[in-house]
């Protein structure tokens, strides 16, 4: 997989733009082969495109409450590589608005009763299945109405795809009439759900959809007043760079080709709310706008700082996660154990632990539930715990839970986490933590400024990896002792949510030090230390819980990582055995971000911002960014 | 220099200018804070290293050089390290001296067969010097998070004078699986009066255990005790114990027990039976004399089990049970209560 991407990459950018785009066409046909439903292995996930007001372009995407709009809605990739269908029997849908809001209604026949969901099946040949939308009420801000279309399969359920609209109060912003150009726009594909962006680029295009040959349309790409968050950039972005104009002019051939340009976050102004960030094109020589795409800068954020609503998604997203699809067992029952369960399992432990491998393999981890949470919700990020700074807005009761007395964290009864529970786990509803430090306090941990410093001149990851017993390890066991899951032991950790936070905050120091130390190669030993692969190298020496020591198959940069390599078992006691199950695989792929693969190596791990492996076009990494650093 | 070499640098600033004229101001000012950012670490690091050379000034005060090195938590100058080893390892150096030395290389302890066996002597010996063993289970307690493997010298900590040494041995021997742990806190919870634990931490450590021998026991203790923290532990530990279903679910539904008590029983019967949490909410729910907040927290279970699309394709039209969550969402004299029944309507959509 990882040579056919270089050998496309290369490809693309040694041939004429035709020959790119069908190259870039028959890429997302191989990746759309790859991305599975999140937690449903065996399933492939739709890719799914929406039309509001049956059309490509978003000039007519304005309903009214009066009557209601033809929608309509098709799977984008039908067919196999050979022609046999991906989805026979079609897809069923929930058409619905996202939870939390109810300013539309749907129905599957025109002049039906509109409800606040419907169900539909997108026919398995590609064809469109068509719904009708009707406004309960007006907005004033553009894209503030969303369509969601989300699975009803029986494993789970995945939100497919969200489209952005409005129902305006008068006119709407582009009027029907006088006719204006249509443009359509593509970000990322022809779907949505891949339409939430961090720093790095995406690669998107747009074109003159009613344009006659020989004209030309000069259009400016910008983003709607008064919410500043994206950033743009022409098709020349050098490899390893990413978008950061304000605003991008683009000459759209009336022949109705397409035009590459890339996309990137504001890291000035990250997202609060999905499609708040809105693609604005006008007519560059008279500012008329011509069209609006709703967007997200999804970025992860100090989980002290978030907005209301964002703590809230948050929340019902981890819940949806926990109670409803049960996902989240899944992940405690991977972190350091086999099958035997909580007891623990050296072999298990080591694959994440006490070794090189630490850093990449939390990297994975925290990014796969990153990953199943916006399945649940597309808007939510995997927020940190920045842990060396106090955090009096997690520690409360209607966020991660607050800790005066007693064994569990108190929770308000409206928190969707109230009560958190793990099926299978045989232990209580609520989560047993208690934190010494108070609601104001923070564990004993090395300071961010500490961390950073570690080891000496050059500054290579073989020092900064230490970073595993200290901030990482008191992190854990400083919080609570005695009776914290948190700080019990790796094999219980994981049943506390607060374990991701803490982790993505690890993960956060360790592409801090990489942007401080200019540490992206992945092929480097300053950037990671054990490279190659694992060829029999002895077992670990006689002081196994060093850090240095690890040398086990999946240690090294080229080796694939259990559990998501679904390797499994092997001779007991050999430096390659691998515990005998593994739950979370595949690696659930997201559509438009190619990295990591579904099954992931140290290596890819690595390069974060892919720029290893993709050095002749830029690339958005492993997709996701951080509030606190601009890693270009 | 010659005049054509002179021009040539000229010639090389001025497109260094202009590139980075013409590169967008973000990256400046990114640029500018990467650069700030490794001056700041540099210049910790020095203070580190100074604080550490103070530490290591046998003429100071052992105060003086303790307070030295307290804030920072570790070295980065390697000679350093070794240096505070051998105050660690000096017989000759006050105990809270080496106990600070300790804590400062604390990252070296896994990779040095010495260090790591004294770290084990000082935890196991009661009559080493209380600052040594303080460290000594503070590098135990950190390390050992990485190190799953549990040392002989744990089970010796079970008997140990100092509470901490035994909350510390008996969490992880049992988080390990230990059976001769876990009876000696059983053994506490039907003998208080000779347990090595307090009952709310003991059950809370061996709710953690993997193997669950101690239900029967804990059952006991809910009958019997009188102790308000400890009986709180036992219903909250006990919902995946059968025979204690029937209790659990009358102490829920008792508008005599205290609310705390109730709320435990409930979420001791969502963690043991989810299945079946709306039988068990609906009559709290439905009862208008339930504190507003337990009601709320029932309400918030049920919308847990009833959100996904495959609940709402099963259930063809609204029961019961959400046209009760309907009406609170309207008349609820509570505003949580409205609020969390207002998202149930809002999550669940029940086909009204």
């Known amino acids: 997989m990882l040579q056919t991407i270089i050998a496309f990459e290369v490809i693309r950018m040694k041939t004429t733009p035709w020959v790119r785009a069908l190259l870039s066409m028959a890429l997302l046909l191989l990746i759309s082969r790859c991305a599975t439903i999140p937690t449903c292995p065996d399933k492939l996930m739709p890719i799914v495109e929406i039309q509001v007001n049956s059309t490509a372009s978003n000039h007519d995407d304005y309903g009214t409450t009066t009557a209601d709009m033809p929608c309509r809605a098709r799977i984008a990739n039908p067919y196999q590589l050979f022609g046999n269908k991906n989805f026979p029997g079609g897809v069923a849908v929930e058409i619905r608005n996202p939870a939390g809001s109810s300013n539309l209604a749907f129905s599957t026949t025109a002049g039906g009763t509109g409800s606040a969901t419907i169900n539909q099946t997108l026919p398995d040949d590609g064809s469109w299945a068509t719904f009708y939308v009707t406004g309960t009420s007006t907005s004033a801000v553009d894209k503030s109405a969303i369509v969601e279309m989300a699975t009803s399969a029986s494993c789970t359920e995945v939100v497919l795809a969200r489209k952005a609209m409005m129902i305006p109060q008068g006119a709407p912003p582009i009027p029907p009439t006088p006719a204006r150009p249509r443009v359509e726009i593509e970000v990322g594909t022809v779907a949505t759900i891949d339409d939430y962006i ?258 000496m001149p050059p500054f290579v990851f073989a020092d900064f990896k230490t970073m595993e017993l200290n901030p990482h390890n008191p992190a854990h066991s400083t919080s609570g002792g005695g009776v914290s899951w948190i700080a019990g032991s790796p094999a219980i950790a994981t049943r506390d949510p607060l374990f991701f936070f803490l982790h993505s905050n690890v993960e956060r120091l360790w592409g801090r030090w990489q942007w401080l130390r200019n540490r992206n190669n992945n092929v480097d030993v300053a950037t990671y230390d054990l490279q190659g692969s694992y060829a029999g190298a002895p077992a670990m020496g006689p002081n196994a819980h060093s850090v240095a020591a690890n040398r086990t198959l999946g240690q090294y940069a080229d080796d694939s990582m259990w559990p998501w390599d679904n390797k499994t078992g092997g001779t007991p006691g050999d430096p390659a055995e691998r515990p005998d199950i593994a739950i979370l695989t595949p690696f659930p792929v997201a559509v438009d971000v190619l990295l990591p693969f579904a099954q992931p190596q140290v290596k890819t791990m690595v390069d974060w911002l892919g720029k290893s492996l993709f050095t002749t076009t830029p690339s958005n990494g492993l997709g996701y960014g951080y509030d606190d650093f601009f890693p270009f | 220099m010659t005049t054509s070499s002179r021009f040539e640098r000229a010639i090389v600033k001025a497109t260094i200018f202009l590139l980075l004229a013409a590169s967008p101001a973000l990256l400046h000012a990114q640029e500018s804070k990467r650069q700030a950012l490794a001056g700041e670490v540099d210049e910790y690091r020095r203070t580190v290293h100074e604080a550490a050379a103070t530490f290591l000034n046998k003429q100071l005060s052992p105060a003086e050089r303790i307070k030295a090195i307290s804030p920072y938590p570790f070295l980065y100058d390697e000679k350093q390290v070794q240096q505070f080893k051998s105050v660690v390892l000096d017989n000759e150096e006050r105990p809270e001296v080496r106990a600070t030395a300790l804590d400062k290389i604390i990252r070296v302890v896994p990779g040095d067969e010495r260090l790591g066996k004294l770290v084990l002597e000082w935890l196991g010996n009661r009559g080493a010097p209380r600052a040594l063993r303080a460290e000594a289970l503070k590098v135990e307690a950190d390390l050992s998070f990485s190190n799953p493997v549990v040392p002989e010298v744990y089970q010796k900590l079970l008997d140990d004078p100092e509470p901490q040494f035994r909350v510390f041995a008996f969490t992880k021997l049992i988080a390990h699986g230990d059976a001769r742990a876990q009876q000696k806190l059983i053994q506490g919870l039907e003998n208080p009066d000779a347990a090595a634990l307090p009952g709310t931490t003991a059950i809370g450590i061996l709710s953690m255990a993997p193997k669950k021998e101690f239900y029967p026991a804990l059952y006991r203790v809910l009958q019997t005790t009188r102790d308000g923290p400890t009986r709180l532990e036992a219903i909250r530990a006990l919902g995946f114990y059968p025979e204690a279903r029937e209790r659990l679910i009358a102490i829920s539904r008792d508008a005599k027990e205290k609310e705390e008590f109730r709320e435990a029983a409930l979420a001791a019967l969502y963690a043991g039976d989810r299945d079946n949490i709306i039988a068990y909410a609906t009559p709290i729910v439905a009862n208008p004399d339930t504190p507003p907040r337990l009601q709320g927290i029932a309400i918030q279970m049920t919308i847990d089990v009833r959100q996904a699309t495959s609940w709402r394709a099963k259930a063809k039209t609204a029961d019961e049970y959400d046209r009760l969550v309907q009406r609170l969402a309207r008349e609820a004299a509570d505003p949580e209560v409205r609020r969390i029944a207002s998202k149930y309507v809002e999550s669940v959509r029940p086909h009204y």
Request: avoid cysteine; charge should be neutral; proline fraction near 5%.
């Open chain 1, 198 to 455: 961090a720093w790095s680029p995406v690669s998107s295009r747009i074109r003159w959809a009613d344009g006659t040959a020989n004209a030309t349309l000069n259009v400016t790409l910008s983003n709607m007043q008064g919410a500043d968050h994206l950033r743009f950039t022409n098709n020349t972005l050098a490899a390893g760079s990413t978008a950061t104009n304000a605003t991008l002019s683009l000459s759209l051939p009336g022949s109705g080709s397409w035009v590459e340009f890339y996309v990137a976050g504001n890291f000035a102004s990250p997202s609060t709310a999905d499609k708040d960030a809105v693609l604005e094109v006008t007519e560059t020589a008279t500012g008329t706008l011509l069209s609006r795409d709703g967007l997200m800068v999804r970025i992860r954020k100090n989980a002290n700082n978030l907005t209301t609503p964002e703590r809230n998604r948050y929340l019902d997203a981890l819940k949806k996660v926990d109670a409803t699809y049960d996902s989240y067992i899944k992940f405690v029952k991977t972190h350091s154990r086999d099958s035997t369960g909580p007891v623990g399992s050296l072999v298990a432990h080591r694959q994440a632990h006490q070794g090189s491998a630490f850093l990449p393999w939390h990297r994975a981890f925290v990014l796969h539930m990153e990953r199943i949470l916006q399945a649940a919700d597309p808007s939510v990020a995997l927020h940190y715990w920045k842990f060396d700074d106090s955090a009096p807005n997690i520690f409360t009761q209607d966020f991660m839970g607050s800790n005066t007395a007693g064994n569990y964290a108190m929770l308000a009864p409206g928190n969707p986490i109230v009560s958190w529970s793990l099926p299978g786990e045989g232990v209580a509803a609520g989560i047993q933590r208690q934190t010494p430090y108070g609601d104001n306090g923070h564990p004993t941990v090395a300071t961010e400024t500490a961390t950073l410093g570690l080891g």
